[in-house]
């Protein structure tokens, strides 16, 4: 069982990026799933969140209007486009339930690295 992030790299101030997350070995269908980063020297923080259904979405201030998270089911997947990006959303970023490793399960996965650059 694990989530797989993808879709981080290098961008410049200003440019979009989406990130997804690919669950193996289980459906995540029924869970509500959040997206958390960590910059460099920082703790790990929590960025948005989904329903199960999708229908529900909540974000952390700092990307309220920029950021939007979104889900297929049909494909156990769930996105974060990231748009208006500034350096300080230089992170790794990650996928995992919500809240994280729900039923006492480890789910944390590499995550994938975003650098924006000014």
């Known amino acids: 069982v694990q989530l797989v992030e993808s879709g981080g790299g290098l961008v410049q101030a200003g440019e979009s990026l989406r990130l997804s997350c690919a669950a193996s070995?289980?459906?995540?269908?029924?869970?509500?799933m959040g997206w958390f980063r960590q910059a460099p020297g920082k703790e790990r923080e929590f960025v948005a969140h989904?329903?199960?259904?999708?229908?529900?979405?909540y974000y952390v201030d700092s990307v309220k209007g920029r950021f939007t998270i979104s889900r297929d089911n049909a494909k156990n997947t769930v996105y974060l486009k990231m748009n208006s990006l500034k350096p300080e959303d230089t992170a790794v970023y990650y996928c995992?339930?919500?809240?994280?490793?729900?039923?006492?399960?480890?789910?944390w996965g590499k995550g994938t690295p975003v650098t924006v650059l000014s």
């Open positions: 995992n339930t919500y809240p994280p490793n729900t039923g006492g399960v480890d789910y």
């Open positions: 070995g289980r459906t995540f269908n029924s869970y509500a």
């Open positions: 989904i329903s199960w259904s999708g229908s529900i979405t």
